[in-house]
Protein backbone atom coordinates (compact mmCIF):
# COMPACT_ATOMS: atom_id res chain seq x y z
CA UNK A 1 0.00 0.00 0.00
CA UNK A 2 1.28 3.59 -1.36
CA UNK A 3 0.35 6.78 0.61
CA UNK A 4 -0.77 7.77 4.00
CA UNK A 5 -3.86 6.55 6.59
CA UNK A 6 -6.76 9.15 5.78
CA UNK A 7 -7.57 8.58 9.23
CA UNK A 8 -4.56 10.33 10.62
CA UNK A 9 -4.20 14.12 10.63
CA UNK A 10 -2.28 15.63 7.98
CA UNK A 11 0.99 17.16 9.58
CA UNK A 12 0.51 20.04 6.56
CA UNK A 13 -2.56 20.86 7.84
CA UNK A 14 -1.75 20.37 11.85
CA UNK A 15 0.70 22.98 11.19
CA UNK A 16 -1.14 25.31 9.32
CA UNK A 17 -3.83 25.20 12.08
CA UNK A 18 -1.22 25.35 15.27
CA UNK A 19 0.23 28.53 12.86
CA UNK A 20 -3.15 30.40 12.44
CA UNK A 21 -3.83 29.84 16.37
CA UNK A 22 -0.27 31.54 17.22
CA UNK A 23 -1.45 34.02 15.27
CA UNK A 24 -4.41 34.69 16.54
CA UNK A 25 -3.19 34.73 19.88
CA UNK A 26 -0.62 37.53 19.02
CA UNK A 27 -3.18 39.52 17.34
CA UNK A 28 -5.03 39.29 20.57
CA UNK A 29 -1.97 39.93 22.86
CA UNK A 30 -1.04 43.11 20.74
CA UNK A 31 -4.89 44.47 21.07
CA UNK A 32 -4.77 43.42 24.69
CA UNK A 33 -1.32 45.35 25.55
CA UNK A 34 -2.84 48.62 23.73
CA UNK A 35 -5.75 48.48 25.70
CA UNK A 36 -3.68 48.13 28.73
CA UNK A 37 -1.77 50.88 28.14
CA UNK A 38 -4.49 53.10 27.80
CA UNK A 39 -6.00 51.95 30.63
CA UNK A 40 -2.93 51.98 33.12
CA UNK A 41 -1.19 54.60 31.15
CA UNK A 42 -3.99 57.25 31.81
CA UNK A 43 -4.37 56.63 35.70
CA UNK A 44 -0.44 56.62 35.96
CA UNK A 45 -0.58 59.74 34.41
CA UNK A 46 -2.96 61.43 36.87
CA UNK A 47 -1.55 59.72 39.51
CA UNK A 48 1.76 61.31 39.14
CA UNK A 49 -0.01 64.25 38.16
CA UNK A 50 2.48 64.87 35.31
CA UNK A 51 1.35 65.50 31.86
CA UNK A 52 5.27 64.21 31.27
CA UNK A 53 4.31 60.74 32.53
CA UNK A 54 1.32 60.22 29.97
CA UNK A 55 2.84 61.09 26.96
CA UNK A 56 5.94 58.85 27.85
CA UNK A 57 4.23 56.02 28.75
CA UNK A 58 2.37 56.40 25.54
CA UNK A 59 5.36 57.64 23.65
CA UNK A 60 7.21 54.26 25.18
CA UNK A 61 4.32 51.92 24.21
CA UNK A 62 3.56 53.10 20.78
CA UNK A 63 7.66 52.85 20.40
CA UNK A 64 7.86 49.21 21.79
CA UNK A 65 5.41 48.23 19.24
CA UNK A 66 7.06 49.63 16.20
CA UNK A 67 10.42 47.53 17.73
CA UNK A 68 8.64 44.56 18.13
CA UNK A 69 6.93 45.18 14.80
CA UNK A 70 9.63 45.86 12.57
CA UNK A 71 11.33 42.61 14.39
CA UNK A 72 8.61 40.60 13.37
CA UNK A 73 8.80 42.16 9.93
CA UNK A 74 12.42 41.35 9.55
CA UNK A 75 12.38 37.90 11.00
CA UNK A 76 9.34 37.02 8.72
CA UNK A 77 11.93 38.10 5.16
CA UNK A 78 15.03 36.10 6.55
CA UNK B 1 0.26 40.90 12.22
CA UNK B 2 0.28 37.86 10.89
CA UNK B 3 -2.37 36.89 8.81
CA UNK B 4 -2.73 33.50 7.78
CA UNK B 5 -5.50 32.94 5.65
CA UNK B 6 -5.51 29.10 5.20
CA UNK B 7 -6.96 26.13 6.48
CA UNK B 8 -9.35 27.98 9.01
CA UNK B 9 -9.61 26.99 12.83
CA UNK B 10 -11.25 28.25 15.83
CA UNK B 11 -8.53 29.03 18.46
CA UNK B 12 -9.10 26.75 21.53
CA UNK B 13 -11.93 25.40 20.40
CA UNK B 14 -11.70 23.27 16.34
CA UNK B 15 -15.23 24.02 15.11
CA UNK B 16 -15.78 20.19 13.92
CA UNK B 17 -15.59 20.20 18.04
CA UNK B 18 -19.73 20.69 18.76
CA UNK B 19 -20.48 19.09 15.13
CA UNK B 20 -22.52 15.97 17.03
CA UNK B 21 -24.45 16.30 20.32
CA UNK B 22 -24.31 19.97 20.97
CA UNK B 23 -26.06 20.84 24.45
CA UNK B 24 -30.13 21.35 23.82
CA UNK B 25 -32.64 23.74 25.45
CA UNK B 26 -31.18 26.28 27.71
CA UNK B 27 -27.60 25.20 27.72
CA UNK B 28 -27.35 25.49 23.96
CA UNK B 29 -27.57 29.14 24.48
CA UNK B 30 -25.30 29.08 28.05
CA UNK B 31 -22.42 26.82 26.90
CA UNK B 32 -23.14 28.04 22.78
CA UNK B 33 -19.61 28.95 21.03
CA UNK B 34 -21.17 29.18 18.15
CA UNK B 35 -21.08 32.84 15.97
CA UNK B 36 -24.87 32.77 15.02
CA UNK B 37 -25.79 31.24 18.41
CA UNK B 38 -24.22 34.52 19.84
CA UNK B 39 -25.28 36.84 17.02
CA UNK B 40 -29.16 35.87 18.24
CA UNK B 41 -28.53 36.46 21.53
CA UNK B 42 -27.04 39.60 21.40
CA UNK B 43 -29.67 40.92 18.79
CA UNK B 44 -32.46 39.60 21.26
CA UNK B 45 -30.45 41.27 24.20
CA UNK B 46 -30.55 44.82 22.73
CA UNK B 47 -34.10 44.42 21.57
CA UNK B 48 -34.93 44.23 25.09
CA UNK B 49 -32.94 46.62 26.49
CA UNK B 50 -34.48 48.61 23.46
CA UNK B 51 -37.62 48.35 25.04
CA UNK B 52 -36.29 49.02 28.71
CA UNK B 53 -34.91 52.15 26.96
CA UNK B 54 -37.99 52.64 25.60
CA UNK B 55 -40.32 52.75 28.91
CA UNK B 56 -38.07 55.24 30.11
CA UNK B 57 -38.65 57.45 27.08
CA UNK B 58 -42.18 56.67 27.32
CA UNK B 59 -41.49 57.72 31.57
CA UNK B 60 -39.88 61.01 30.56
CA UNK B 61 -41.94 62.25 27.42
CA UNK B 62 -45.28 61.36 29.56
CA UNK B 63 -43.89 64.08 32.14
CA UNK B 64 -43.61 66.35 29.83
CA UNK B 65 -46.59 66.08 27.93
CA UNK B 66 -47.51 69.13 29.85
CA UNK B 67 -46.08 71.54 31.88
CA UNK B 68 -45.99 71.23 35.49
CA UNK B 69 -44.84 67.85 37.52
CA UNK B 70 -47.44 65.00 37.26
CA UNK B 71 -46.41 61.67 37.01
CA UNK B 72 -42.66 61.24 38.55
CA UNK B 73 -41.02 63.40 41.00
CA UNK B 74 -37.86 65.59 39.15
CA UNK B 75 -35.24 63.25 41.13
CA UNK B 76 -36.57 59.89 40.07
CA UNK B 77 -36.86 61.77 35.86
CA UNK B 78 -33.34 62.75 36.18
CA UNK B 79 -32.53 59.44 36.62
CA UNK B 80 -34.38 58.53 34.00
CA UNK B 81 -33.34 60.43 31.58
CA UNK B 82 -29.40 59.11 32.41
CA UNK B 83 -30.55 55.62 32.60
CA UNK B 84 -32.24 56.01 29.03
CA UNK B 85 -29.13 56.99 27.25
CA UNK B 86 -26.74 54.82 29.13
CA UNK B 87 -29.61 51.76 28.33
CA UNK B 88 -29.76 53.23 24.89
CA UNK B 89 -26.04 53.35 24.16
CA UNK B 90 -24.69 50.54 26.10
CA UNK B 91 -27.30 48.07 26.12
CA UNK B 92 -29.28 48.55 22.47
CA UNK B 93 -27.16 50.18 20.17
CA UNK B 94 -23.79 48.73 21.20
CA UNK B 95 -25.13 45.06 21.56
CA UNK B 96 -26.70 45.34 18.21
CA UNK B 97 -24.09 46.10 16.06
CA UNK B 98 -22.04 43.06 17.86
CA UNK B 99 -25.12 41.12 16.79
CA UNK B 100 -24.44 41.90 13.86
CA UNK B 101 -20.81 41.41 13.47
CA UNK B 102 -21.11 37.73 14.84
CA UNK B 103 -23.86 36.51 12.84
CA UNK B 104 -22.33 38.24 9.47
CA UNK B 105 -18.64 38.72 9.42
CA UNK B 106 -17.46 35.02 9.58
CA UNK B 107 -20.34 34.03 6.77
CA UNK B 108 -19.09 37.37 4.96
CA UNK B 109 -15.40 36.97 5.06
CA UNK B 110 -15.67 32.86 4.69
CA UNK B 111 -14.68 31.70 8.27
CA UNK B 112 -15.77 28.86 9.73
CA UNK B 113 -16.55 31.22 13.25
CA UNK B 114 -15.09 33.92 15.13
CA UNK B 115 -11.53 33.48 15.68
CA UNK B 116 -11.85 33.36 19.99
CA UNK B 117 -15.22 31.29 19.91
CA UNK B 118 -15.08 30.40 23.95
CA UNK B 119 -14.28 34.64 24.49
CA UNK B 120 -17.21 35.27 22.43
CA UNK B 121 -19.83 33.37 24.53
CA UNK B 122 -17.91 35.77 27.61
CA UNK B 123 -18.13 39.06 25.59
CA UNK B 124 -21.95 38.59 25.38
CA UNK B 125 -22.41 36.46 28.88
CA UNK B 126 -21.11 39.96 30.78
CA UNK B 127 -23.74 42.04 29.43
CA UNK B 128 -26.84 40.12 30.99
CA UNK B 129 -24.69 41.21 35.03
CA UNK B 130 -23.97 44.38 33.44
CA UNK B 131 -27.71 44.99 32.70
CA UNK B 132 -28.64 43.55 36.33
CA UNK B 133 -26.65 46.09 37.88
CA UNK B 134 -27.63 48.80 35.97
CA UNK B 135 -31.47 48.17 36.86
CA UNK B 136 -30.89 46.70 40.70
CA UNK B 137 -29.67 50.84 41.15
CA UNK B 138 -32.66 51.66 41.35
CA UNK B 139 -33.54 49.83 44.45
CA UNK B 140 -30.07 50.83 46.47
CA UNK B 141 -30.64 53.81 49.03
CA UNK B 142 -30.12 57.27 46.85
CA UNK B 143 -31.81 55.73 44.24
CA UNK B 144 -29.99 55.33 40.20
CA UNK B 145 -27.26 57.48 38.83
CA UNK B 146 -28.89 60.63 38.31
CA UNK B 147 -26.24 63.05 36.78
CA UNK B 148 -26.79 62.44 33.43
CA UNK B 149 -25.25 59.61 31.41
CA UNK B 150 -22.13 61.53 31.24
CA UNK B 151 -21.36 61.09 34.46
CA UNK B 152 -19.65 64.63 35.14
CA UNK B 153 -18.40 65.36 38.84
CA UNK B 154 -19.23 66.64 41.56
CA UNK B 155 -22.48 65.19 40.70
CA UNK B 156 -21.33 61.55 40.50
CA UNK B 157 -18.74 62.02 43.26
CA UNK B 158 -21.64 63.31 45.29
CA UNK B 159 -24.19 60.96 44.27
CA UNK B 160 -25.88 57.29 46.13
CA UNK B 161 -24.61 54.13 45.71
CA UNK B 162 -26.09 53.89 42.14
CA UNK B 163 -23.49 55.73 41.04
CA UNK B 164 -21.07 52.75 41.93
CA UNK B 165 -23.39 50.21 40.60
CA UNK B 166 -23.40 52.55 37.16
CA UNK B 167 -19.52 52.26 37.32
CA UNK B 168 -19.37 48.91 38.03
CA UNK B 169 -21.71 48.07 34.74
CA UNK B 170 -19.41 50.30 32.66
CA UNK B 171 -16.66 48.37 33.68
CA UNK B 172 -18.36 45.26 32.35
CA UNK B 173 -19.79 46.47 29.33
CA UNK B 174 -16.50 47.81 28.48
CA UNK B 175 -14.43 45.05 29.31
CA UNK B 176 -16.96 42.98 27.09
CA UNK B 177 -16.46 45.00 24.16
CA UNK B 178 -12.88 45.35 24.46
CA UNK B 179 -13.31 41.58 23.96
CA UNK B 180 -15.74 41.66 21.48
CA UNK B 181 -13.21 44.39 19.20
CA UNK B 182 -10.50 41.83 19.90
CA UNK B 183 -11.94 39.00 18.87
CA UNK B 184 -14.09 41.06 15.41
CA UNK B 185 -10.48 42.49 14.63
CA UNK B 186 -8.51 38.73 14.69
CA UNK B 187 -11.22 37.31 12.83
CA UNK B 188 -11.42 39.76 9.86
CA UNK B 189 -7.12 39.83 9.97
CA UNK B 190 -6.24 35.92 10.43
CA UNK B 191 -9.65 33.83 8.83
CA UNK B 192 -10.60 35.52 5.78
CA UNK B 193 -11.23 33.29 3.36
CA UNK B 194 -8.13 32.96 0.57
CA UNK B 195 -7.81 35.26 -1.76
CA UNK B 196 -10.51 38.01 0.02
CA UNK B 197 -7.62 40.49 0.68
CA UNK B 198 -8.63 43.18 2.99
CA UNK B 199 -10.16 45.77 -0.14
CA UNK B 200 -12.06 43.18 -1.40
CA UNK B 201 -13.65 42.54 1.98
CA UNK B 202 -17.33 43.97 2.18
CA UNK B 203 -18.10 47.56 3.66
CA UNK B 204 -19.85 46.09 6.69
CA UNK B 205 -16.82 44.33 7.38
CA UNK B 206 -14.70 46.99 7.42
CA UNK B 207 -16.64 49.08 9.30
CA UNK B 208 -16.27 46.63 12.08
CA UNK B 209 -12.36 46.92 11.80
CA UNK B 210 -12.13 50.19 12.32
CA UNK B 211 -14.94 50.81 15.01
CA UNK B 212 -13.22 47.87 16.92
CA UNK B 213 -9.85 49.35 16.79
CA UNK B 214 -11.69 52.85 17.64
CA UNK B 215 -13.57 50.39 20.76
CA UNK B 216 -9.42 49.12 21.90
CA UNK B 217 -8.62 53.01 21.76
CA UNK B 218 -10.57 54.71 23.69
CA UNK B 219 -12.97 52.02 25.72
CA UNK B 220 -10.12 51.66 28.38
CA UNK B 221 -9.71 55.66 28.95
CA UNK B 222 -13.43 55.48 29.60
CA UNK B 223 -12.89 52.61 32.37
CA UNK B 224 -9.59 54.36 33.59
CA UNK B 225 -11.74 57.39 34.12
CA UNK B 226 -14.42 55.65 36.05
CA UNK B 227 -11.86 53.91 37.89
CA UNK B 228 -10.55 57.41 39.09
CA UNK B 229 -14.44 58.34 39.88
CA UNK B 230 -14.73 55.10 42.02
CA UNK B 231 -11.44 56.13 43.92
CA UNK B 232 -12.74 59.38 44.60
CA UNK B 233 -15.88 58.45 45.98
CA UNK B 234 -14.41 56.31 48.43
CA UNK B 235 -10.66 56.26 48.58
CA UNK B 236 -10.29 59.25 49.34
CA UNK B 237 -8.47 60.29 45.99
CA UNK B 238 -9.14 63.72 44.04
CA UNK B 239 -8.83 63.45 40.42
CA UNK B 240 -12.23 64.99 39.68
CA UNK B 241 -13.11 66.70 43.48
CA UNK B 242 -12.52 69.87 43.07
CA UNK B 243 -12.62 70.37 46.96
CA UNK B 244 -9.60 67.90 47.70
CA UNK B 245 -7.77 69.71 44.74
CA UNK B 246 -8.92 68.26 41.58
CA UNK B 247 -10.29 69.34 38.40
CA UNK B 248 -14.01 68.30 37.37
CA UNK B 249 -12.94 69.49 33.84
CA UNK B 250 -10.51 66.84 33.20
CA UNK B 251 -13.46 64.22 33.66
CA UNK B 252 -15.02 65.90 30.65
CA UNK B 253 -11.58 65.91 28.80
CA UNK B 254 -11.61 62.41 29.46
CA UNK B 255 -15.23 61.36 28.86
CA UNK B 256 -15.42 62.88 25.80
CA UNK B 257 -12.03 61.59 24.48
CA UNK B 258 -14.16 58.57 24.75
CA UNK B 259 -17.02 59.68 24.23
CA UNK B 260 -17.18 61.47 20.74
CA UNK B 261 -15.76 58.18 19.04
CA UNK B 262 -18.23 56.36 21.13
CA UNK B 263 -20.52 58.32 18.68
CA UNK B 264 -18.66 56.94 15.64
CA UNK B 265 -18.49 53.37 17.30
CA UNK B 266 -22.81 53.80 16.99
CA UNK B 267 -22.94 55.21 13.91
CA UNK B 268 -19.78 52.97 11.73
CA UNK B 269 -21.58 49.48 11.29
CA UNK B 270 -24.76 51.56 10.56
CA UNK B 271 -22.82 52.94 7.87
CA UNK B 272 -21.85 49.23 6.93
CA UNK B 273 -25.10 47.80 7.01
CA UNK B 274 -26.36 50.66 4.35
CA UNK B 275 -23.76 50.12 2.25
CA UNK B 276 -24.44 46.58 1.76
CA UNK B 277 -28.34 47.46 1.54
CA UNK B 278 -28.43 49.99 -1.15
CA UNK B 279 -26.32 48.34 -3.65
CA UNK B 280 -28.78 45.04 -3.20
CA UNK B 281 -31.64 46.79 -4.26
CA UNK B 282 -30.12 49.56 -6.65
CA UNK B 283 -28.56 46.35 -8.20
CA UNK B 284 -25.29 48.54 -9.15
CA UNK B 285 -22.17 47.77 -7.01
CA UNK B 286 -21.28 50.26 -4.22
CA UNK B 287 -19.94 53.22 -6.15
CA UNK B 288 -16.01 53.91 -4.87
CA UNK B 289 -15.42 51.41 -2.78
CA UNK B 290 -12.08 52.48 -1.95
CA UNK B 291 -13.14 56.03 -1.27
CA UNK B 292 -15.83 54.35 1.20
CA UNK B 293 -13.02 53.27 3.26
CA UNK B 294 -10.56 55.22 3.34
CA UNK B 295 -13.76 58.07 4.26
CA UNK B 296 -14.32 55.59 6.93
CA UNK B 297 -10.67 55.45 8.29
CA UNK B 298 -10.97 59.39 8.14
CA UNK B 299 -14.01 59.60 10.20
CA UNK B 300 -12.39 57.34 13.05
CA UNK B 301 -8.72 59.37 12.74
CA UNK B 302 -10.62 62.61 12.93
CA UNK B 303 -12.95 61.84 15.73
CA UNK B 304 -9.54 61.96 18.32
CA UNK B 305 -9.17 65.37 17.85
CA UNK B 306 -12.45 66.39 18.32
CA UNK B 307 -13.78 65.75 21.62
CA UNK B 308 -13.42 69.22 23.19
CA UNK B 309 -16.24 70.60 20.46
CA UNK B 310 -18.79 69.22 23.46
CA UNK B 311 -17.20 71.40 26.10
CA UNK B 312 -17.21 74.79 24.46
CA UNK B 313 -18.85 76.86 27.33
CA UNK B 314 -15.96 75.66 29.66
CA UNK B 315 -13.39 78.00 29.45
CA UNK B 316 -11.36 76.62 27.16
CA UNK B 317 -8.47 78.80 25.35
CA UNK B 318 -9.63 80.55 21.90
CA UNK B 319 -7.28 78.66 20.13
CA UNK B 320 -8.11 75.35 21.58
CA UNK B 321 -11.69 76.63 20.72
CA UNK B 322 -10.70 77.27 17.06
CA UNK B 323 -9.27 73.92 16.92
CA UNK B 324 -11.76 71.89 17.73
CA UNK B 325 -14.56 73.97 15.94
CA UNK B 326 -12.37 73.44 12.60
CA UNK B 327 -11.10 69.64 13.05
CA UNK B 328 -15.37 69.14 13.79
CA UNK B 329 -16.61 70.66 10.83
CA UNK B 330 -13.55 68.75 8.81
CA UNK B 331 -15.70 65.67 9.72
CA UNK B 332 -17.99 66.54 7.33
CA UNK B 333 -16.11 65.86 4.64
CA UNK B 334 -15.32 62.11 4.89
CA UNK B 335 -19.10 61.99 6.21
CA UNK B 336 -19.66 64.12 2.70
CA UNK B 337 -17.94 61.68 0.46
CA UNK B 338 -19.61 58.21 2.18
CA UNK B 339 -23.30 60.21 1.43
CA UNK B 340 -22.36 61.25 -2.20
CA UNK B 341 -21.23 57.58 -2.84
CA UNK B 342 -24.25 56.06 -1.48
CA UNK B 343 -26.50 58.99 -3.67
CA UNK B 344 -23.98 57.73 -6.70
CA UNK B 345 -24.86 53.95 -5.62
CA UNK B 346 -28.39 54.48 -6.34
CA UNK B 347 -27.75 56.67 -9.17
CA UNK B 348 -29.23 55.18 -12.38
CA UNK B 349 -29.95 52.19 -10.55
CA UNK B 350 -32.30 49.44 -11.17
CA UNK B 351 -34.08 50.32 -7.86
CA UNK B 352 -37.31 48.11 -6.17
CA UNK B 353 -38.55 49.57 -2.46
CA UNK B 354 -38.04 46.60 -0.28
CA UNK B 355 -38.32 47.40 3.33
CA UNK B 356 -34.80 47.30 3.84
CA UNK B 357 -33.84 49.97 1.36
CA UNK B 358 -36.92 52.02 2.46
CA UNK B 359 -35.29 52.22 5.88
CA UNK B 360 -31.69 52.80 3.97
CA UNK B 361 -33.26 55.77 1.91
CA UNK B 362 -34.95 57.04 5.96
CA UNK B 363 -31.53 56.47 6.82
CA UNK B 364 -29.67 58.73 4.29
CA UNK B 365 -32.20 61.00 4.51
CA UNK B 366 -32.37 61.40 8.42
CA UNK B 367 -28.76 60.60 9.28
CA UNK B 368 -28.29 63.73 6.92
CA UNK B 369 -30.31 66.09 8.84
CA UNK B 370 -28.65 65.18 11.91
CA UNK B 371 -25.29 65.65 10.33
CA UNK B 372 -26.45 68.94 9.18
CA UNK B 373 -27.26 70.27 13.08
CA UNK B 374 -24.34 68.68 13.96
CA UNK B 375 -22.10 71.19 11.20
CA UNK B 376 -24.59 73.62 12.92
CA UNK B 377 -23.22 72.55 16.52
CA UNK B 378 -19.43 72.79 15.65
CA UNK B 379 -19.63 76.51 15.03
CA UNK B 380 -18.55 78.00 18.49
CA UNK B 381 -20.92 81.29 19.11
CA UNK B 382 -23.99 79.12 17.74
CA UNK B 383 -23.15 75.78 19.91
CA UNK B 384 -22.73 78.66 23.36
CA UNK B 385 -26.43 79.44 22.78
CA UNK B 386 -27.59 76.08 21.87
CA UNK B 387 -25.47 74.15 24.92
CA UNK B 388 -27.52 71.49 27.01
CA UNK B 389 -31.01 73.17 25.02
CA UNK B 390 -33.35 70.65 23.10
CA UNK B 391 -31.74 71.52 19.71
CA UNK B 392 -29.29 68.59 20.99
CA UNK B 393 -31.49 66.41 21.95
CA UNK B 394 -33.00 66.69 18.63
CA UNK B 395 -29.62 66.57 17.51
CA UNK B 396 -28.12 63.73 18.32
CA UNK B 397 -31.59 61.40 18.15
CA UNK B 398 -31.77 62.47 14.23
CA UNK B 399 -27.72 60.30 14.27
CA UNK B 400 -28.56 57.70 16.89
CA UNK B 401 -32.23 56.82 15.99
CA UNK B 402 -32.78 57.53 12.55
CA UNK B 403 -28.96 56.89 12.12
CA UNK B 404 -28.04 53.95 14.08
CA UNK B 405 -31.72 51.98 14.65
CA UNK B 406 -32.68 52.60 11.13
CA UNK B 407 -29.74 51.01 9.87
CA UNK B 408 -30.16 48.11 12.10
CA UNK B 409 -34.01 47.74 11.10
CA UNK B 410 -33.18 47.67 7.38
CA UNK B 411 -30.57 45.39 8.44
CA UNK B 412 -32.66 42.81 10.37
CA UNK B 413 -35.15 42.81 7.33
CA UNK B 414 -32.40 42.36 4.85
CA UNK B 415 -30.19 39.52 6.47
CA UNK B 416 -33.54 37.77 8.61
CA UNK B 417 -34.37 35.94 5.29
CA UNK B 418 -30.87 33.90 6.09
CA UNK B 419 -30.98 34.15 9.68
CA UNK B 420 -34.59 32.26 9.95
CA UNK B 421 -35.21 30.67 6.37
CA UNK B 422 -38.18 32.63 6.24
CA UNK B 423 -39.41 36.15 4.07
CA UNK B 424 -40.34 38.42 6.60
CA UNK B 425 -44.06 39.81 5.65
CA UNK B 426 -43.35 42.76 3.50
CA UNK B 427 -46.61 44.21 3.92
CA UNK B 428 -45.36 44.45 7.78
CA UNK B 429 -42.28 45.57 6.79
CA UNK B 430 -43.06 48.69 5.31
CA UNK B 431 -46.09 49.60 7.91
CA UNK B 432 -43.42 49.22 10.62
CA UNK B 433 -41.10 51.15 8.19
CA UNK B 434 -43.91 54.18 7.33
CA UNK B 435 -44.99 54.43 11.08
CA UNK B 436 -41.03 54.63 12.48
CA UNK B 437 -40.66 57.31 9.78
CA UNK B 438 -43.49 59.63 10.08
CA UNK B 439 -43.24 59.63 14.27
CA UNK B 440 -39.83 59.70 14.49
CA UNK B 441 -40.17 63.33 12.91
CA UNK B 442 -43.53 64.24 15.07
CA UNK B 443 -41.03 63.14 18.00
CA UNK B 444 -37.89 64.71 17.14
CA UNK B 445 -38.28 67.53 14.80
CA UNK B 446 -40.10 70.12 17.27
CA UNK B 447 -37.23 69.52 19.38
CA UNK B 448 -35.42 71.88 17.34
CA UNK B 449 -37.78 74.26 17.61
CA UNK B 450 -38.12 73.70 21.76
CA UNK B 451 -34.18 74.19 21.48
CA UNK B 452 -34.00 77.28 19.33
CA UNK B 453 -36.53 78.48 21.99
CA UNK B 454 -34.14 77.83 24.67
CA UNK B 455 -35.76 74.79 26.42
CA UNK B 456 -32.69 73.42 28.51
CA UNK B 457 -32.68 69.69 28.28
CA UNK B 458 -33.19 67.42 31.61
CA UNK B 459 -35.77 69.03 33.27
CA UNK B 460 -39.06 67.52 34.54
CA UNK B 461 -41.03 70.91 34.21
CA UNK B 462 -40.57 73.32 32.08
CA UNK B 463 -42.23 77.18 31.23
CA UNK B 464 -45.89 77.81 29.38
CA UNK B 465 -44.02 78.56 26.01
CA UNK B 466 -42.58 75.05 25.11
CA UNK B 467 -46.24 73.64 26.05
CA UNK B 468 -47.12 73.08 22.07
CA UNK B 469 -44.10 71.13 20.60
CA UNK B 470 -43.77 69.03 23.50
CA UNK B 471 -47.22 67.96 23.65
CA UNK B 472 -46.53 66.99 19.56
CA UNK B 473 -43.34 66.09 20.49
CA UNK B 474 -44.92 63.18 23.27
CA UNK B 475 -47.58 61.95 21.05
CA UNK B 476 -44.82 60.69 18.32
CA UNK B 477 -42.93 59.32 21.08
CA UNK B 478 -45.71 57.16 21.73
CA UNK B 479 -46.67 56.66 18.28
CA UNK B 480 -42.73 55.78 17.89
CA UNK B 481 -42.11 53.65 20.48
CA UNK B 482 -45.64 51.20 20.00
CA UNK B 483 -44.64 51.16 15.98
CA UNK B 484 -41.78 48.76 17.10
CA UNK B 485 -44.34 46.28 17.97
CA UNK B 486 -44.81 45.79 14.79
CA UNK B 487 -41.42 45.11 14.47
CA UNK B 488 -41.39 42.77 16.83
CA UNK B 489 -44.58 41.13 15.51
CA UNK B 490 -42.46 40.48 11.88
CA UNK B 491 -39.46 39.48 13.63
CA UNK B 492 -41.50 36.32 15.62
CA UNK B 493 -43.36 35.02 12.54
CA UNK B 494 -39.67 34.96 10.97
CA UNK B 495 -38.82 32.83 13.75
CA UNK B 496 -41.39 30.50 13.83
CA UNK B 497 -41.19 30.15 9.86
CA UNK B 498 -44.53 31.57 9.40
CA UNK B 499 -44.02 32.75 5.98
CA UNK B 500 -42.58 32.32 2.65
CA UNK B 501 -39.39 29.81 2.74
CA UNK B 502 -36.45 32.23 1.46
CA UNK B 503 -34.28 31.39 -0.67
CA UNK B 504 -30.87 31.51 -0.72
CA UNK B 505 -30.40 34.55 -2.24
CA UNK B 506 -33.77 36.59 -1.88
CA UNK B 507 -31.69 40.07 -2.96
CA UNK B 508 -31.19 40.23 -6.76
CA UNK B 509 -28.52 42.49 -6.48
CA UNK B 510 -26.72 41.21 -2.82
CA UNK B 511 -23.43 39.92 -3.98
CA UNK B 512 -21.21 39.05 -0.38
CA UNK B 513 -20.51 35.22 0.29
CA UNK B 514 -23.47 34.75 2.94
CA UNK B 515 -25.89 34.76 -0.36
CA UNK B 516 -24.01 31.66 -1.37
CA UNK B 517 -25.35 29.73 1.57
CA UNK B 518 -28.72 28.26 1.69
CA UNK B 519 -31.66 29.72 3.88
CA UNK B 520 -31.60 29.45 6.87
CA UNK B 521 -27.87 29.51 7.00
CA UNK B 522 -26.40 25.67 8.61
CA UNK B 523 -25.62 26.05 12.32
CA UNK B 524 -21.73 25.12 10.62
CA UNK B 525 -20.56 27.53 7.83
CA UNK B 526 -17.43 27.62 5.51
CA UNK B 527 -15.85 24.88 7.54
CA UNK B 528 -14.26 24.34 3.78
CA UNK B 529 -13.41 28.16 3.08
CA UNK B 530 -14.36 29.22 -0.39
CA UNK B 531 -11.69 30.52 -2.61
CA UNK B 532 -12.82 34.35 -3.30
CA UNK B 533 -11.63 35.56 -7.05
Known amino acids: ?78 | MSSVPHDHVVDGHAHDDHAHGHPTGIMRWVTTTNHKDIGTMYLWFSFIMFIVGGCMAFTIRAELFKPGLQVVDPEFFNSMTTLHGLIMIFGAIMPAAVGFANWQIPMMIGAPDMAFARMNNWSFWLLPPAAILLMLSFFVPGGAAAGGWTLYPPLSVQAGMGTDLTIFAIHILGASSIMGSINIITTLLNLRAPGMTLMKMPMFCWTWLITAYLLIAVMPVLAGAVTMLLTDRHFGTSFFNAAGGGDPVLFQHVFWFFGHPEVYILILPAFGIISQILPAFSRKPLFGYASMVYATSGIAILSFIVWAHHMFTTGLPTAGILFFMYATMLIAVPTGVKVFNWLATMWKGSITLETPMLFAIGFLFLFTLGGFTGLILAITPVDVQFQDTYYVVAHFHYVMVAGSLFAFFGGTYFWIPKWTGTMYDEKLGKIHFWLSFIFFNVTFFPMHFLGLAGMPRRIPDYAQQFADWNMIASIGAFGFGLSQLIFLYAVLKCVRGDGAKAPAKPWDGADTLEWTLPSPAPYHTFETPPVVK
Do not use: C, E, Y
Not at chain 1, 4 to 29: E, G, M, Q, V, W
Open chain 1, 1 to 78: MTGSDPRLPDPAAADAKARLRAANRRTAALLFAIGAVFFFGFIASRVFADPATGMTVIGAAVLLFLVVAIGRNLRSRQ
